[in-house]
């Protein structure tokens, strides 16, 4: 079986009140073994989006699965898009 890199784009929740700790956040994903690097990057008006590479395994359900485990590291991940693809 091969392996798949894979660069994601994380959005977060925005609440009028306060500002989200993307720090946190990218610390609790950047633990999970199949991320590779992680970085937080400007989007539009003050917000801020968590672009990560990952290296998964090729096979039915692999992706949707850590796409799963990524939206469950907080409660404000909103939305994960996979930004590119491709085989290692």
């Not at 720090?23 to 989007?43: F, H, N, R, T, W």
């Amino acid at each position: 079986m091969g392996q798949v890199v894979v660069k994601y784009k994380i959005t977060l929740d925005q609440p009028e009140d306060e500002k989200p700790d993307y720090d946190g956040i990218a610390k609790k994903i950047s633990s999970m073994e199949e991320v590779q690097a992680i970085s937080i990057k400007p989007l539009a008006f003050g917000m801020m989006f968590i672009e990560i590479d990952v290296v998964l395994g090729e096979g039915e359900g692999i992706v949707d699965g850590f796409e799963d485990k990524v939206r469950g590291a907080d409660p404000l991940i909103s939305q994960i898009e996979a930004l590119e693809m491709g085989r290692l």
